[in-house]
Nanobody, 120 residues
């Protein structure tokens, strides 16, 4: 599976962005898809996941501001980011992996990353 992320940019704090990730082939309910981010000088962290069974999870720091959604017909996953903060500045990577419920298996697939820069 090849993943292509887009939608990043330079925005002021408080504004919104919508990131998109397109998969090269069907992922549907057999894959968990999600978003990670890596801020300068920090480790990559999981931001949000959307499992094949429709369940979602978010890291605490983005709950209430970020929303992950998925369109299986288009093989796309999205991340709506509201009320952006300077600390959200990072490269955002989309991710896919085969799953059954919360169990992940097989290869990991990563997009190339899209940069989000938030000015104060």
């Amino acid at each position: 599976v090849q993943l292509q992320a887009s939608g990043g940019g330079f925005v002021q704090a408080g504004r919104s962005l919508r990131l998109s990730c397109s998969a090269s082939r069907s992922t549907s309910s057999s894959y968990t898809m999600g978003w990670y981010r890596q801020a300068p000088g920090k480790q990559r962290e999981l931001v949000a996941v959307f499992r094949g069974d429709g369940s979602t999870n978010y890291v605490d720091s983005v709950k209430g501001r970020f929303t992950i959604s998925r369109d299986n017909a288009k093989n796309e996953v999205y991340l709506q980011i509201n009320s952006l903060k300077p600390e959200d500045t990072a490269v955002y990577f989309c991710y896919a992996r085969r799953s059954s419920g919360t169990i992940l298996f097989g290869s990991e697939y990563w997009g190339q990353g899209t940069l989000v820069t938030v000015s104060s």
